[in-house]
Structure formats: structure tokens, C-alpha cells
């Protein structure tokens, strides 16, 4: 039987060929300016370990100066009773007590508020802010504009997915009521919390100078609505949709064949493909772990400074030893806890960047990308032609299925041809 | 397609389900993050 190709292939090359386009002409990393650190740490000693000119200069400059001389309170050997010898706190002097505060390691006492509330300056907020709206803003929009451009472009070369075979006019059930029920309750939520995070993110980019800020107020306020409480269905869906579909995603020898075609790509003929193929197992591992990611960095987001993860996971990281064999130094494991919200919401809007580009590859290749793809999950019912060309195992099974019981998939249409 | 609509019904349903529920428990910002000697609240 003569069979195209299912055009997944190509796709995957495409998204590679853009890959390494995109690491070839890759902006040139800025030259090595930085000051000598001996000739800072010499010029301290003029100004008895207080940083120095320099030292400003060399920040403002955008280098990195090694500042944990300033976190170094008191001086060793001073006498801290000695009365008004150095200072208005003997050895323990006013600037000390300043840095101290500065670097958060004051011992402070509150009435109220807790742990959080004794945080007086917290500067892990400006580089988070920095980042949110610098690289996070950047490469998370362009990797979603990358994407519909690369399918746009895919489209345009490989055209509709179509069937090599005439509709039979017969068929199978594809997913039955339960399954559409709980992939539009993840899928109807992802996407209203895909857009209301996007508002949160680029509202005060796009929206607010081009609209005024009452409007952008009131849609950050809908957003933030949406956003808190539509996490709940998704993650009612992710955890249905993982114990239905799990057994038929765990990967097997046909997955190899799949991948060893590339989806179709190499030979004529679509490889054979049980309820899930390859590609479709990479999406639902993908929706599963990331979306199960996204769902706990949000929790602790829901639930401000109540749940938090990061400290624990970088003390395991720690333990295990790669970041170190690596080349790099420890994770930081003494977080403040605005800290840990910090880097809970870097997490998760990275995390649901990731996601968002394979959901926006995963919407195209059932809707407009491949023929007949949407009745699965719409009616349920697709035609055995399709499901021959796609998932040939499958209807292989549901046939001897359907023989073994002598009963027929619902709303199946005429006598199998068997 | 009456499962696509159940599904983005019972989205909409939890979603206000939660909300209202977690503020009758006591889970809102207000509620968790302020207090009598807070001006605001």
C-alpha cells in the first residue's frame, strides 16, 4: 500500500535545522573587562576594608566584584566594650549594623509577621525583577513566537496532513467520553492559564503603553482570577489524564521503529503505532512531568511563603554532587523566604514557557495540521481508514478486541471488513 | 462534543468552587498575610 508520510519527521528536523541556526548566529559574548580582584582587594586597605571607588566603578561597569568582603561585620580583635573608642557600639560599629541589615544577617526580632517580616532588605528582588523582565520576557516570547512561525512555515511546505486511503465511512472509538471529558478540562484550563500568565508577564510591556493602565489594571485583575483558580481544574485534569492514559505511554519496542522512521520521514510507509505513537508519548510525558512541575512551583505560589521548595531541592542537588563536578559552586541553600517565591515563580514561568511551545506544536498537529486528527477528541469517533494510517496497532487490537466479545465499539458505523 | 462542553463546564465550576471555597476557609491574602495591627486590613 502505497503511504506518505506522516510529515512529523520533517517537522522535527525543521525545529532541528532551527536549533542550530539559532546556536550559529548567537550573539557574541561581551569582552572580558573585568578588573583585576587583587588590585580592588589592595585599594580596601586605604580605606581600612570599606569598599572603594573602585570597587562602585567596577559594579556600575556590569562586572563582578567579589562582595563578600562587605559581608565580614565587626573587626577581629576590636574590643566591642570599649566606649566610644571606634565607634557609638565600641567594636561593633554603625556600619556594620547597617551591612548587616543590608545583607540580611541582623539578628531581628518582630512582634508579628515571622520569618518574613524579619527580612528588612531583601536584594534578591531586583535581580528577580531584572530577570523576569529581561531574559524571561525575551526568550520565553520569542520561543512561543519561534514556534508559530516554524509551524506556519511547516504548513506552508508540507500543507494538511491527509489520508493515503478513501474514507471507509466506518468507525472506531477513539477515546471515550470519560478521557475527551478530562483532555478538555486540562486542555480548557492550560490555555486560559497560558494567556492570563502571558498578561501578567507582558501587560506592562504591550498593554499598558498602548492602552493606558485602567485597562491593563483590570485585566491583570481578571488574569490574576483566572490564574488562582483555574489551577485547580488542571491539575484535577493532569492527575486524570495520567491515570488513564499512563499504561499506553509507557514506551516499547514500537516507539524504536516510530523514532527509527522518524515519524514517517524515512521510507514511504507510516510506522505502526499502538494507542499512542512515539511523538504522542513524548507530548503526554511532557504535559505529565512539566505540567506536574508547574503545578508545585504554583502551589507554592498560591500559597505564599507556606510551601517552600527550593532550599531542600538545592541541599539534594548539593548532596548528589554534579553541580560541583560540573565546575560550579553550591546552590544556595540559606534562601530568605521572599527568595523562595522569587525563584518559584522563575521556575514556573520557565517551566510553562517549555510547555506552552510543545501545547501550541501539539494544538497545530491536531487541528489544522492533520486531517481527521480533531474528531478523536471531538466526537470520539474516528475513521478506521485514519486510524489505520496512524495507529495501525491499535485498530489491530480494538478489531481482535471487538471479535474476541463480539460487541462493537459505540456508534461504530457498518460491519468491521473482517 | 457534549464532552469537550462538560469539561470546560466542570473547569468553570471548580474554578469558582475554589474560589469561593479556599476564601470561606480562610485561605485569602487578607487572611493569611495581614492582620488587626495592619492598617489596611
Redesign the interface.
Known amino acids: 500500500m502505497s503511504q506518505r508520510s506522516s510529515g512529523f519527521g520533517w517537522f522535527i528536523l525543521l525545529v532541528a535545522g532551527l536549533a542550530v541556526l539559532t546556536f550559529i548566529f548567537r550573539p557574541p559574548a561581551p569582552a572580558e573587562t573585568g578588573t583585576d580582584p587583587a588590585a580592588l582587594a589592595e585599594a580596601r586597605k586605604a580605606t581600612g576594608g570599606a569598599q572603594t571607588l573602585e570597587d562602585i566603578l567596577a559594579r556600575q561597569r556590569g562586572e563582578d566584584v567579589d562582595l563578600s568582603f562587605r559581608r565580614e561585620f565587626g573587626q577581629p580583635g576590636a574590643d566591642p566594650d570599649a566606649p566610644l573608642a571606634l565607634a557609638p557600639l565600641g567594636g561593633a560599629s554603625d556600619p556594620d549594623l547597617w551591612r548587616a541589615l543590608r545583607y540580611d544577617a541582623a539578628d531581628v526580632n518582630v512582634s508579628a509577621g515571622g520569618d518574613v517580616a524579619k527580612v528588612l532588605v531583601q536584594d534578591g528582588g531586583m535581580a528577580w525583577y531584572e530577570f523576569r523582565k529581561g531574559p524571561l520576557a525575551t526568550y520565553g516570547g520569542w520561543l512561543l513566537i519561534g514556534t508559530i512561525i516554524a509551524l506556519a512555515f511547516f504548513y506552508m511546505v508540507r500543507g494538511r496532513i491527509g489520508l493515503d486511503e478513501p474514507m471507509t465511512g466506518r468507525t472506531v472509538t477513539r477515546f471515550q467520553a470519560i478521557e475527551r471529558f478530562a483532555h478538555w478540562l486540562l486542555a480548557g484550563s492550560f490555555v486560559l492559564l497560558g494567556l492570563s500568565g502571558l498578561l501578567t508577564l507582558f501587560g506592562r510591556f504591550f498593554i499598558l503603553p498602548t492602552f493606558g493602565p485602567e485597562l491593563n489594571s483590570q485585566l491583570l485583575i481578571a488574569a490574576k482570577f483566572v490564574h488562582n483558580n483555574l489551577a485547580w481544574p488542571f491539575m484535577l485534569g493532569l492527575v486524570m489524564v495520567f491515570v488513564m492514559w499512563v499504561w499506553h505511554n509507557i514506551p516499547d519496542r514500537t516507539d524504536i521503529t516510530w523514532f527509527a522512521q522518524a515519524g514517517g520521514i524515512i521510507g514511504k510507509n507510516h510506522p505502526p503505532a499502538k494507542k499512542f505513537n512515539g511523538g504522542q508519548k513524548i507530548i503526554f510525558w511532557s504535559v505529565i512531568l512539566l505540567g506536574a512541575s508547574i503545578s508545585l512551583s504554583g502551589l507554592s505560589l498560591l500559597f505564599p511563603f507556606e510551601l517552600p521548595l527550593f532550599a531542600k531541592t538545592f541541599a539534594i542537588i548539593n548532596d548528589t554532587g554534579i553541580i560541583q563536578w560540573l565546575g560550579y559552586g553550591a546552590l544556595p541553600t540559606d534562601l530568605a523566604p521572599q527568595e523562595e517565591m522569587q525563584l518559584a515563580q522563575a521556575w514556573h514561568a520557565i517551566v510553562a514557557f517549555v510547555l506552552m511551545a510543545i501545547i501550541i506544536a501539539h494544538i497545530y498537529i491536531g487541528s489544522i495540521g492533520m486531517k481527521g486528527a480533531f474528531d478523536a477528541m471531538g466526537s470520539g469517533e474516528v475513521d478506521e481508514a485514519w486510524a489505520h494510517q496512524h495507529h495501525s496497532l491499535w485498530l489491530d487490537e480494538v478489531k481482535a478486541r471487538e471479535a474476541r466479545t463480539g460487541k462493537k465499539s459505540p456508534d461504530t458505523g457498518a460491519t468491521p471488513a473482517e | 462534543?457534549?464532552?469537550?462542553l462538560?469539561?470546560?463546564a466542570?473547569?468553570i465550576l471548580?474554578?469558582?468552587?475554589?474560589?469561593y471555597g479556599l476564601n470561606e476557609m480562610g485561605?485569602s491574602?487578607a487572611d493569611?498575610?495581614s492582620?488587626a495591627?495592619v492598617r489596611l486590613d
Open positions: 462534543m457534549k464532552a469537550m462538560s469539561g470546560f466542570a473547569m471548580l474554578a469558582v468552587g475554589a474560589w485561605f491574602s493569611k498575610q492582620g495591627n
